[in-house]
Protein backbone atom coordinates (compact mmCIF):
# COMPACT_ATOMS: atom_id res chain seq x y z
CA UNK A 1 0.00 0.00 0.00
CA UNK A 2 0.72 3.38 -0.82
CA UNK A 3 0.33 6.72 1.37
CA UNK A 4 0.19 9.90 -1.09
CA UNK A 5 0.33 13.35 0.97
CA UNK A 6 0.01 16.34 -1.30
CA UNK A 7 1.11 20.22 -0.44
CA UNK A 8 1.35 23.26 -2.39
CA UNK A 9 -2.71 24.41 -3.14
CA UNK A 10 -3.69 27.59 -2.79
CA UNK A 11 -5.07 31.37 -4.30
CA UNK A 12 -3.24 32.43 -7.58
CA UNK A 13 -4.50 35.27 -9.59
CA UNK A 14 -4.08 34.53 -13.53
CA UNK A 15 -1.00 34.19 -15.06
CA UNK A 16 0.54 33.37 -11.64
CA UNK A 17 2.52 30.15 -10.63
CA UNK A 18 2.49 27.42 -8.28
CA UNK A 19 3.62 24.08 -7.55
CA UNK A 20 2.13 21.05 -5.92
CA UNK A 21 4.27 18.94 -4.49
CA UNK A 22 3.58 14.72 -3.98
CA UNK A 23 5.79 12.77 -1.18
CA UNK A 24 5.10 8.77 -1.16
CA UNK A 25 5.56 6.94 1.54
CA UNK A 26 4.82 2.55 2.46
CA UNK A 27 5.34 0.29 -0.49
CA UNK A 28 7.32 2.97 -2.50
CA UNK A 29 10.19 0.33 -3.88
CA UNK A 30 6.77 -1.15 -6.28
CA UNK A 31 5.41 2.07 -7.28
CA UNK A 32 6.42 2.40 -11.54
CA UNK A 33 4.78 5.81 -12.58
CA UNK A 34 3.42 8.91 -10.85
CA UNK A 35 1.50 12.09 -11.35
CA UNK A 36 -1.36 14.55 -11.00
CA UNK A 37 -5.21 14.53 -12.09
CA UNK A 38 -7.67 16.90 -11.66
CA UNK A 39 -11.27 17.34 -10.91
CA UNK A 40 -13.30 20.83 -11.46
CA UNK A 41 -16.85 20.93 -10.13
CA UNK A 42 -19.17 19.42 -11.78
CA UNK A 43 -16.88 17.89 -14.08
CA UNK A 44 -15.21 14.47 -14.45
CA UNK A 45 -11.39 14.07 -13.08
CA UNK A 46 -9.05 14.06 -15.70
CA UNK A 47 -5.24 13.32 -16.15
CA UNK A 48 -2.70 16.44 -16.19
CA UNK A 49 0.95 14.51 -16.09
CA UNK A 50 2.24 11.83 -15.57
CA UNK A 51 5.65 10.80 -15.10
CA UNK A 52 7.06 6.89 -15.50
CA UNK A 53 10.31 5.77 -13.37
CA UNK A 54 12.27 5.71 -16.80
CA UNK A 55 11.59 9.33 -17.12
CA UNK A 56 8.32 8.81 -20.29
CA UNK A 57 5.96 12.16 -19.54
CA UNK A 58 2.35 13.01 -20.64
CA UNK A 59 0.74 16.00 -20.21
CA UNK A 60 -2.86 16.79 -21.09
CA UNK A 61 -3.12 18.95 -24.10
CA UNK A 62 -4.48 22.07 -21.85
CA UNK A 63 -1.36 22.14 -19.42
CA UNK A 64 1.60 21.88 -22.18
CA UNK A 65 4.09 24.52 -22.49
CA UNK A 66 2.63 25.79 -19.15
CA UNK A 67 2.81 22.75 -16.45
CA UNK A 68 6.30 21.11 -15.80
CA UNK A 69 5.86 17.45 -14.10
CA UNK A 70 8.95 16.22 -12.58
CA UNK A 71 10.27 13.28 -10.21
CA UNK A 72 12.71 12.30 -7.52
CA UNK A 73 12.66 8.19 -7.62
CA UNK A 74 15.03 8.51 -4.43
CA UNK A 75 12.61 10.23 -2.43
CA UNK A 76 9.49 9.18 -4.08
CA UNK A 77 8.67 12.45 -4.51
CA UNK A 78 6.95 13.91 -7.75
CA UNK A 79 6.41 17.62 -8.89
CA UNK A 80 4.07 19.98 -10.47
CA UNK A 81 5.49 23.46 -11.69
CA UNK A 82 2.36 25.51 -13.05
CA UNK A 83 3.00 28.53 -14.71
CA UNK A 84 0.77 30.68 -16.53
CA UNK A 85 -2.47 30.02 -14.55
CA UNK A 86 -5.83 30.08 -16.04
CA UNK A 87 -9.09 30.26 -14.13
CA UNK A 88 -10.20 27.25 -16.53
CA UNK A 89 -7.08 25.32 -14.42
CA UNK A 90 -9.19 25.53 -10.98
CA UNK A 91 -9.74 22.53 -9.44
CA UNK A 92 -8.92 20.07 -6.63
CA UNK A 93 -5.42 18.20 -7.50
CA UNK A 94 -5.10 14.97 -7.30
CA UNK A 95 -1.76 13.12 -6.52
CA UNK A 96 -1.66 9.38 -8.19
CA UNK A 97 0.94 6.57 -8.40
CA UNK A 98 0.87 3.16 -10.01
CA UNK A 99 2.27 -0.14 -8.69
CA UNK A 100 0.74 -3.21 -7.73
CA UNK A 101 -2.64 -1.18 -7.63
CA UNK A 102 -3.60 2.67 -8.36
CA UNK A 103 -2.86 5.00 -4.78
CA UNK A 104 -4.33 8.70 -4.53
CA UNK A 105 -3.71 11.71 -2.11
CA UNK A 106 -6.04 13.08 -0.39
CA UNK A 107 -6.69 16.46 -2.71
CA UNK A 108 -5.11 19.75 -2.78
CA UNK A 109 -7.44 22.87 -4.06
CA UNK A 110 -5.75 25.44 -6.76
CA UNK A 111 -7.87 28.62 -7.33
CA UNK A 112 -6.99 30.68 -10.10
CA UNK A 113 -9.33 33.94 -9.60
CA UNK A 114 -8.52 38.01 -9.68
Known amino acids: QVNLVESGGGLVQPGGSLTLTCAAS????????MGWHRQAPGKPRELVAL???????IYADAVKGRFTISRDNAASTVTLLMKDLKPEDTAVYYC????????WGQGTQVTVSS
Open 51 to 57: RSNGGNT
Open 26 to 33: GDVARIVG
Open 96 to 103: WSRGLQDS
